[in-house]
C-alpha cells in the first residue's frame, strides 16, 4: 500500500487489516506467511495490506508508527476510528479478530419467525443459508451489507425441521434464493466472493422479470 492509495481507504466499505513493517524487521519477516495467508483467505471479504516504512515513511508518519509492526484495523464504519491490533501474530488470530469487527445484517431465521422474514420488504429479494456451523460465514456477513437494501439475508440452523422440509433441503451448508414461501433456487457454484454477488445479482434480475 502506498500513500497514493489512502482515498480508498478513507471510502472503504469493509474492514482494513494493514500491517507497517521495516524491512529489516525479524519479527515483521516471521510473520509474512500468516499476513499472506490472512489475504488468501479472506479475499474479497476483509482488505489486507501492507506499507513499508522505509519506501512509505509519509504514511507511517500519518498514522503515528513507532515500531514494527504495527498492525491497524480500519473498521468497515468509516465514522469509527483504527484500533491497533494487539494479539497474537497467527492467521487464525488476525481472522478472528477482523470477522468480529465486520458489520452483518444477516437475520437468524426459524420456523417461528419465517412468515415475518418473507413478508417483510417485498420489494427485496430474499436468500437464505441453511448451515450446521454456530456462526455466520464471514462472506455472508460481508455480502450482507454490500447488498443491503436490495437483498434480504437469513440464516437457517439444519436443526430447524420445518424450514429444510419446506424447501427440500438435505445437504449443508445450502444457499436458496427464494422464489416462493415453498421453492427456492440452489446456488451451486463455488464459494467465492464475486462468484456468490454475481449468483445473486442475476437471481434478483430474474425474479423481477
Known amino acids: ?29 516471521s510473520m509474512k506467511e500468516e499476513w499472506l495467508k490472512l489475504a488468501d483467505k479472506l479475499y474479497g471479504i476483509i482488505k489486507v495490506a501492507a506499507v513499508n516504512c522505509s519506501d512509505e ?8 508508527v513507532k515500531s514494527y509492526p504495527t498492525i491497524l484495523m480500519f473498521p468497515d464504519n468509516t ?13 487464525e488470530d488476525f481472522s478472528n479478530f477482523a470477522i468480529s469487527q465486520m458489520t452483518s445484517f444477516v437475520r437468524f431465521v ?9 413478508s417483510k420488504e417485498p420489494d427485496q429479494a430474499k436468500v437464505l443459508l441453511f448451515t450446521t456451523r454456530k456462526t455466520t460465514p464471514p462472506l455472508l456477513m460481508a455480502l450482507s451489507k454490500e447488498l443491503k437494501g ?20 438435505t445437504e449443508f451448508p ?9 421453492e427456492g433456487k440452489r446456488f451451486e457454484g463455488e464459494n467465492k466472493r464475486h462468484i456468490l454477488e454475481r449468483w445473486i445479482r442475476d437471481f434478483m434480475y430474474d425474479i423481477r422479470n
Request: glycine residues 6%; hydrophobic residues 30%; neutral net charge.
Open 79 to 91: 465514522a469509527k476510528k483504527y484500533e491497533v491490533y494487539k494479539g497474537k501474530r497467527t492467521y
Open 174 to 182: 445450502t444457499i436458496l434464493g427464494l422464489k416462493s414461501e415453498a
Open 1 to 29: 500500500m502506498e500513500f497514493k492509495d489512502i482515498n480508498s481507504l478513507f471510502r472503504r466499505n469493509e474492514v482494513w487489516m494493514i500491517k507497517f513493517y521495516h524491512p529489516g524487521c525479524s519479527h515483521c519477516k
Open 57 to 64: 515513511e509519509e504514511l507511517c508518519e500519518e498514522y503515528d
Open 150 to 169: 436490495k437483498v434480504v439475508f437469513g440464516e437457517v440452523k439444519s436443526t430447524d425441521e420445518g424450514l429444510t422440509k419446506q424447501y427440500g433441503v
Open 110 to 118: 426459524n420456523s417461528s419467525n419465517f412468515a415475518d422474514f418473507y
